[in-house]
């Protein structure tokens, strides 16, 4: 029904389809599932400019992931975000340990691998006959299909009916791109798309596959302790779900009795942090707070709000002690 889109999908991506990305380089299951979970929530540059490769050299397989302390992948996993993913990907790679299911089935029950990752991880590495429905490609079928809701349920059905069963590889990584390079959130290039000739949607092509509208986002205050013992500064490790395993400064809700050292916004996706950094006193009682050199606390992950906080410290410790005039 859709051949002569396949074709003219398949001729689009040997043209302009972004092949030297290093995750498409080859089929390695493991390589695919690293840069699939890396891809959620963050930008195809980021990831392959940033942190794809120096990953892979510290864990270049599957046993080496399994086998790593979970402070070391947070470590290498510091500054991307999402560290759920990280703390999924190393346990996923411990459940397996010498390699990952074909099944896309078997794949999604396991931690941090959704239905649209599974398939990913089935066609890219193993050619399953399996559509991904990521953002780009959800973007591209409300349009060919003209849906007014992005109801996934409906979507869904509509990859499996749009999919170049035979070519699934290179089917799913062109919508992918389609979506990132034509067909985007608030500009389309419909003469140049390939899907152009059964496209129901194009002649409004921005009233379908808009994105959510977006909601004010909730601003929080917070004062991070600076604490010392000698030439150590205290920290503790997170147990909450967002930062869980990654070593910080003590926070405390604003406002807080002290004189401050200086302050810093910091924009997470669901809100911002405005942070008031202070050298405190006394340590508190309830935190189990751990003593690190500013050496041994480079080794440790950081969220990068801390690492700001960080950076505000050094920039004060560095700048010079002021002189007392001379006396006569």
């Known amino acids: 029904m859709y051949s002569v889109i396949h074709d003219a999908i398949a001729a689009w991506y040997d043209e302009h389809g972004r092949r030297d990305l290093p995750w498409r380089t080859h089929h390695d299951p493991y390589r695919i599932w690293v840069s699939e979970i890396m891809l959620q929530q963050t930008q195809v540059k980021t990831v392959s400019e940033r942190f794809y490769s120096p990953f892979l050299d510290a864990f270049p397989t599957l046993a080496d992931l399994a086998a790593a ?19 999924n990907l190393h346990r996923t790679a411990q459940l397996c340990i010498s390699a990952l299911p074909q099944d896309a089935i078997a794949l999604e029950a396991l931690p941090g691998i959704g239905r649209s990752t599974a ?20 973007r591209v079928l409300s349009r060919f299909f003209a849906r007014e809701e992005r109801c996934d349920q409906t979507l869904w059905r509509d990859a499996y009916a749009l999919l170049d069963a035979q070519r699934p590889y290179m089917y799913n990584q062109a919508m992918m791109d389609i979506g990132a390079m034509l067909c985007q959130s608030k500009s389309v290039t419909c003469k140049e798309c390939p899907l152009q000739s ?7 092509a921005l009233r379908f596959g808009c ?10 205050h917070r004062a991070l302790l ?5 030439a150590r500064l205290g920290l503790i490790q997170r147990h909450e779900r967002f930062l869980h395993g990654l070593w910080g400064f003590v926070q405390r809700p604003m406002p807080y009795k002290g004189g401050a050292l200086g302050s810093f916004i910091h924009r997470y996706t669901h809100f911002h942090l405005h942070a008031t950094v202070y050298e405190a006193t006394e340590a508190p009682c309830d935190e189990a707070l751990m003593w690190f ?3 041994e606390i480079g080794g440790l992950a950081l969220s990068t709000a801390d690492h700001k906080a960080l950076s505000l410290l050094d920039a004060l410790s560095s700048q010079p002690t002021p002189q007392a005039p001379p006396s006569y």
């Not at 059964?198 to 409004?204: A, K, L, R």
């Open 69 to 87: 302390p979970l402070d070391d992948v947070l470590k290498r996993w510091e500054g991307l975000g999402y560290y759920t993913r990280a703390r």
């Open 119 to 138: 398939h990913a991880i089935a066609a890219f590495a193993h050619h399953a006959a399996l559509p991904v429905l990521d953002a780009n490609i959800k």
């Open 198 to 204: 059964g496209c129901q949607g194009q002649s409004e």
């Open 211 to 220: 994105a959510k509208a977006r909601v004010a986002v909730p601003i929080r």
């Open 226 to 230: 600076i604490l010392r013992q000698g």
């Open 293 to 295: 050199t500013r050496e």
